[in-house]
């Protein structure tokens, strides 16, 4: 069994750019959520993402967005880019309970530093 | 909205003595609650989840948890500290929000460091 994967490792980019970070679900879940790591915090709530669609989403701007394909993989894309982005970006897949209390399994993470 | 706080930035013991990482929960219904340990340059790794079971819940490694409604507390113990259990933990309490959809909500988190 696949566990979930992320790409890149590591990213550097120029303030005002645009990125886009890839992770791919474990096998069998339909259910991709992104987090924000910023050092020496712990992650925070971006969105999720369900079936293709939007399911919720945390306290962040619109200039980050997301996308979920057929295959369950997923797209982080962030406009824009301000310093202040910089951090390790965390994608996780969960299985569909029905009940909202599935784990959550996390990827190893994309370093982005913003320059 | 349900919140998790750890009560220790940083706890230290030595190599072959009980760990204990404190968390406390805020929570209007019965909370789904989590522990993950974070290893250095490394992904996060669920170590138990409470799901309203049993109230003793057993992780990996050997560590375990306490549900304490009463307390609102869930903390983290180990009989006997490992050098490799050195890392970060944190305390997670999740979320529903629509449908089947939850996010989890993380505590600051509590660095543990073993010593030889």
């Known amino acids: 069994e696949t566990g979930v994967t992320q790409s890149p490792t590591h990213l550097i980019k120029t303030r005002g750019q645009q990125v886009t970070l890839r992770c791919s679900s474990q096998s069998g879940h339909n259910t991709v959520s992104w987090y924000q790591q910023a050092l020496g915090q712990g992650p925070q709530f971006i969105f999720q993402?369900?079936?293709?669609?939007?399911?919720g989403r945390g306290n962040f701007p619109p200039r980050f967005s997301g996308l979920q394909f057929p295959n369950y993989s997923s797209e982080l894309n962030v406009n824009a880019l301000e310093l202040d982005d910089s951090a390790l970006y965390l994608c996780?897949?969960?299985?569909?309970?029905?009940?909202?209390?599935?784990?959550?399994?996390f990827g190893p993470g994309t370093r982005l530093t913003v320059t | 909205a349900q919140s998790v706080t750890q009560l220790d930035s940083h706890v230290s013991v030595s190599e072959g003595t009980p760990v204990l990482l404190r968390c406390n929960y805020s929570?209007?219904?019965?909370?789904?609650l989590f522990w993950y340990v974070q290893h250095p340059n490394k992904g996060l790794q669920l170590l138990l989840k409470y799901t309203s079971a049993a109230t003793l819940v057993k992780g990996i490694n050997g560590f375990e948890a306490e549900f304490k409604k009463s307390e609102t507390s869930f903390h983290l113990t180990k009989p006997s500290a490992h050098m490799s259990d050195a890392a970060e933990y944190f305390c997670v309490v999740s979320d529903r929000f629509g449908g089947a959809g939850n996010m989890l909500t993380f505590g600051g988190g509590t660095r543990l460091m073993v010593k030889p």
């Open positions: 929570s209007s219904y019965s909370p789904s």
């Open positions: 993402y369900y079936r293709e669609e939007e399911n």
């Open positions: 996780a897949s969960s299985p569909d309970d029905g009940q909202g209390a599935s784990e959550q399994y």
